[in-house]
């Protein structure tokens, strides 16, 4: 490993860790030549899955550009950035899992407003309206009716199932 300090490829590790499920190795390494340490993220290669976009272009997974989306809608929101990367690394995770070769972007879409949706409402309109590509204020306004509308449904679902359980 190259040391991002003085370019030195001498080190030892010092410390690892299984993070992310046991998808990734965390490691804490020490420079020798000068004497800094570091952190790596290692992960291990996968097929490639490739991203079907609505213009039926093609590119490969990338968690960047999730953790990107994700980010933007969550500027100047109650969320961690630990928060988020648990949003990113499930999205991954499943997406692995479920397909093999090629992957919808609409499903990837959808998997992120099903998280936003438990987390943060404000989050979720953010990113809807950048993923839906909301033409005007009705179409806005119809989604936010809609969130409205859903939301309140659930909470009702909510206080009926405590009045069971308990």
Not at 36 to 41: E, F
Not at 44 to 65: G, H, Q, T
Not at 82 to 102: D, G
């Amino acid at each position: 490993m190259k040391c991002p300090f003085c370019g030195s490829i001498h080190d030892r590790v010092l410390d690892s860790r299984s993070v992310e499920n046991a998808s990734a190795v965390r490691r804490r390494r020490e420079c020798f030549g000068c004497r800094k340490r570091y952190t790596t993220l290692e992960r291990p290669e996968e097929m490639l899955l490739m991203v079907v976009k609505a213009d039926n272009k093609r590119e490969p997974f990338d968690r960047k550009k999730i953790w990107n989306g994700i980010d933007r809608a969550c500027r100047k929101r109650p969320i961690s950035a630990e928060t988020m990367n648990k949003i990113v690394s499930e999205i991954e995770n499943e997406v692995m899992s479920e397909y093999i070769m090629e992957i919808p972007s609409s499903i990837i879409g959808g998997k992120i407003l099903e998280k936003f949706w438990n987390i943060d409402l404000v989050a979720y309109i953010r990113f809807a309206s950048v993923y839906r590509k909301f033409g005007d204020i009705d179409a806005f306004m119809k989604e936010l009716k809609k969130l409205k509308k859903e939301h309140i449904k659930r909470q009702k679902n909510k206080k009926i199932y405590s009045h069971i359980s308990t």
